[in-house]
């Protein structure tokens, strides 16, 4: 009695674990986004210190890169809400969605949902650090 208990638990407890797919939630479709920056260039130069950020474009797509520490994170500024044309903003704590008269919140550590009821999340990039002052951003 006691092992199908214990099995049923097991069952139950990774049938009830979800993969939120590296954020996407196909909210926002797949595109390929592959490309570089130079954290020596002007227009980088927030990222040099922990919590800086910035936005540039790759791949046409609006990206915020964000320093955390000795790495650092990306994430597409389109609003993951349906019929949302409006990029999202940063705060410095978290990506903020201002579409139709609603404020959508997402948390800037993993791009979860911060606000009641949503149910996407901002798509994050992969960021890899070349060499320390060149970057590659992409999603594959």
Same mark, same amino acid.
């Given at each position: ?45 927030? %990222? !040099? ?5 910035? @936005? =540039?474009?790759? &791949? ?5 890169? $964000?320093? /955390? ?7 597409? %500024? !389109? ?5 949302? @044309? =409006?990029?999202? &903003? ?5 990506? $903020?969605? /201002? ?42």
């Amino acid at each position: 009695m006691m092992k199908n208990l214990l099995f049923l638990f097991v069952i139950l407890f990774f049938t009830s674990c979800t993969s939120n797919n590296g954020g996407n939630n196909d909210c926002i479709p797949f595109l390929s986004v592959n490309g570089t920056v130079n954290l020596d260039l002007p227009e980088f130069i927030n %990222l !040099q210190v922990i919590g800086g950020h910035t @936005s =540039t474009v790759i &791949s046409n797509r609006n990206i915020l890169i $964000i320093r /955390r520490s000795s790495n650092f994170q990306a994430f597409d %500024l !389109q609003c993951p809400e349906q019929n949302c @044309s =409006t990029p999202m &903003s940063f705060d410095g704590l978290k990506l $903020i969605c /201002r579409c139709n008269n609603n404020q959508h919140e997402y948390n800037s550590l993993n791009g979860s949902p911060l606000t009641s009821g949503t149910t996407c999340f901002a798509k994050e990039y992969r960021v890899e650090n070349l060499n320390g002052s060149i970057l590659r951003i992409t999603n594959f």
